[in-house]
């Protein structure tokens, strides 16, 4: 009736074949690596004052002020009144002012009121923009001579023709 319980065998510990990846060296560039969401400023937000990083930025509340970032999306109800410089913009809503960017993107519903400088331009039907379209492009040196300066940055007049 009273019996003594049998032990359940022991297991064997637990064997790991790889060791564990180890950490880089550098904590920043791990940060670097993960992707990060976009920053939101939310439609019930107004920020008077410029908005500078190198992330991902999307505006759907307004900002009075100059917007610097690597990727800017605008939304339906944002609205910034000042200048954009960012790599991509995509705008779906109000832009007054300048937009310096590699890529633009305006989708049906943007209103753009000021010039846009740019490498790629997209429109589509219905989007507003009124300014000028201007586009820049990297200036491509022939093979073993450097890019030609412009002469305003050379400080003066072109350098008169020599005689031959």
Do not use: C, W
Not at 132 to 150: D, E, I, N, Y
């Amino acid at each position: 009736m009273f019996s003594k319980q049998a032990k359940p065998p022991a297991k064997p510990p637990v064997k790991f074949d790889a060791p564990p990846a180890p950490l880089p060296a550098d904590p920043a560039a791990a940060r670097k690596a993960a992707p990060k969401p976009a920053s939101l400023i939310s439609e019930n937000l107004v920020i008077e004052g410029g908005v500078t990083g190198e992330g991902e930025v999307q505006i759907d509340g307004v900002v009075r002020g100059d917007v610097r970032v690597g990727k800017l999306t605008v939304g339906e109800t944002g609205h910034i009144e000042g200048n954009v410089y960012a790599e991509a913009v995509e705008a779906r809503g109000r832009i007054i002012g300048a937009i310096t960017s590699k890529q633009v993107r305006l989708y049906g519903t943007a209103y753009i009121d000021g010039d846009i400088t740019h490498e790629q331009l997209a429109m589509e039907t219905g989007a507003f923009f009124q300014g000028r379209s201007l586009k820049f492009q990297r200036p491509v040196a022939p093979q073993g001579q450097p890019a030609p300066t412009p002469v305003a940055a050379q400080g003066g007049a072109p350098p008169a023709p020599r005689p031959v």
